[in-house]
């Protein structure tokens, strides 16, 4: 089992910015792939970005395209989500989660293990 705690959620407002990290404990080397998507209420769950452990290789949905940067730590089996110029619509929870696949993806269905998740707001 992989387990992942995100952290660094908050109230910001338009136009500022703000840094998520996911830790991962447990069987990581068991996965391949970490992504962000985030759920706002009364809405499905909607891909932000995806990141390769190995290499780096990264993909981003248009919308947060230029906005938004994932990154990742090795050493500290840390992924993060650097989210700067951020809008009223990036308001949601937040989730990190982590897939045993070997390449990169945009569907929730696809990932195997998922955090808790972490609130960002963004006012006005």
């Known amino acids: 089992q992989v387990q992942l705690v995100e952290s660094g959620g908050g109230l910001v407002q338009a136009g500022e910015s703000l840094t998520l990290s996911c830790a991962a404990s447990?069987?990581?080397?068991?996965?391949?792939?970490m992504g962000w998507f985030r759920q706002a209420p009364g809405k499905e769950r909607e891909f932000v970005a995806t990141i390769m452990w190995s290499g780096g290789s990264t993909y981003y949905a248009d919308s947060v395209k230029g906005r938004f940067t994932i990154s990742r730590d090795h050493a500290k089996n840390t992924v993060y989500l650097q989210m700067n110029s951020m809008k009223p619509e990036d308001t949601a929870v937040y989730y990190c989660?982590?897939?045993?696949?070997?390449?990169?993806?945009?569907?929730?269905?696809?990932?195997?293990?998922w955090g808790q998740g972490t609130q960002v707001t963004v006012s006005s």
């Open positions: 447990g069987r990581t080397f068991s996965t391949n792939v």
């Open positions: 989660a982590a897939s045993r696949r070997t390449w990169l993806h945009p569907k929730p269905n696809v990932y195997d293990f």
